[in-house]
């Protein structure tokens, strides 16, 4: 395909959900255009607007044999692009190991209200651990639980073997685990350390980095 992409997203120390697109994109070496909204600004909704409909990050406009295409929400993005680009092979190639990733990736979409509320992503920082409430250390269990079972389920070293959307979904959990000091047994802690040395995490860290220095985190 000879698509054009732009992909709208936030700032890169905060917006958890503009990671997950933009780290697909990067894994399936996808050339796009990025635009760059800072948060929590008076402007930042209007800046928003005409690049997503929902006035929220992110959004990915798609220009292709003169016709023009708005997807928005993280998940969505992700699934378009799975399907335009098979060749990226952004799922498992097992439909029984497609269906589990996608409840993966589609439990972090709708759930964990109190982790995102407690440790709230900043990517770039190490920040002391919060006393946390109960329903949030149960939501860190049941993430630790179902990482431990794809990965000792599947062999490659992520989720279900090679890196998938499911992995992009959990990406910025990765940072907060890290953030926050959240203590994790070896297998999880071995998974994170993968997951950060990818290019791309590296790449999103020192732009988050940059932020952070210059004041606009």
């Avoid at 179902?146 to 959307?165: N, P, Q, T, V, Y």
């Avoid at 992009?168 to 907060?176: I, K, L, Q």
């Amino acid at each position: 395909m000879s698509a054009r992409y732009r992909l709208t997203i936030g700032s890169k120390n905060t917006s958890s959900w503009s990671l997950r697109p933009w780290l697909a994109m990067k894994m399936a070496k996808l050339p796009f255009e990025e635009v760059l909204i800072r948060l929590r600004r008076p402007e930042t909704k209007g800046q928003i607007l005409p690049n997503s409909p929902s006035g929220k990050v992110p959004a990915l406009r798609i220009e292709e044999d003169g016709q023009a295409q708005t997807v928005w929400d993280s998940l969505a993005i992700c699934e378009t692009l799975a399907e335009r680009h098979p060749e990226a092979k952004l799922w498992p190639d097992d439909a029984n190991e497609r269906a589990e990733a996608r409840s993966y990736a589609a439990e972090m979409h709708s759930g964990f209200p109190d982790l995102r509320d407690q440790l709230t992503m900043d990517f770039a920082r190490t920040l002391p651990t919060p006393v946390l409430r109960e329903a949030t250390s149960q939501q860190i269990a049941r993430i630790l639980s179902a990482w431990s079972e794809a990965l000792k389920k599947h062999d490659g070293g992520f989720l279900f073997g090679r890196f998938s959307i499911a992995d992009c979904m959990y990406a910025p959990v990765v940072s907060r685990f890290l953030t926050y000091g959240i203590d994790l047994p070896p297998l999880i802690a071995d998974y994170c350390a993968r997951m950060m040395a990818l290019p791309a995490m590296q790449d999103w860290k020192r732009a988050a980095q940059a932020e952070i220095e210059a004041g606009l985190a």
